[in-house]
């Protein structure tokens, strides 16, 4: 992302803001509420418009400009966000793959979307019913299911808003060997946290966003 600016009415929430990742490492960013982390990370996978921000963004070597969200999964950037988009009163399989059913014509196949969410769900570690509410299961688990649904995608580029911050110590830990997990096997990732422990244990990059531009 080169030289991002973007504004709100009144607020300037970044600034000349550049971020570079390479493929395949776990880049993290830090920096204080409202520094324009999330900001950033919606202009990069299109929740922000190419036409609603200044500045450019690359993708593997050529240039991108998102209109969608759609659009960004196609390219292979997914994007999970702080406030969970899952729907409770739907199952897991059902919430996997909403909007992206296995099948033709409009016409769902579940035989194989069963199948398909098994092979997800094992990849992320979640063994719960596959037809449990999402209601019933628990935030460290919507997470998984929140994970398993960018892999139905092919995503190449994981973005993680605090994925941790409303998790307990174990299923914090789940989380991150699963990232480090996705990163042997060629994902690469830029999560977003607060905690300098976890930092620590998995990033091998760091970029410090303070008051909209970046610090480091
Ligand atoms: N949709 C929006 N409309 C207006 N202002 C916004 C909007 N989203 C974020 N902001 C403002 O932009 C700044 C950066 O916010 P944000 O990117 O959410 O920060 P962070 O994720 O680092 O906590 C803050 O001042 C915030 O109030
Ligand atoms: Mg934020």
Redesign the pocket.
Known sequence: MRSITKE??G?K?LSDVSLSVRAGEIHAIC??????????MKVLSGVYPYGTYEGEIVFEGEEVRFKDIKQSEQAGIVIIHQELALIPELSITENLFLGNEPGKFGVIDWTSAQLRAQDLLARVGLADDPDTQIKNIGVGKQQLVEIAKALHKDVKLLIL?EPTAALNENDSQHLLDLIVGLKAKGISSII?SHKLNEIEQIADEITI?RD?KTIE
């Not at 920096?31 to 950033?40: F, I, M, Q, Y």
């Open positions: 709100f009415p607020v929430a920096g204080e509420n409202g520094a324009g982390k999330s900001t950033l808003d977003i966003i909209g």
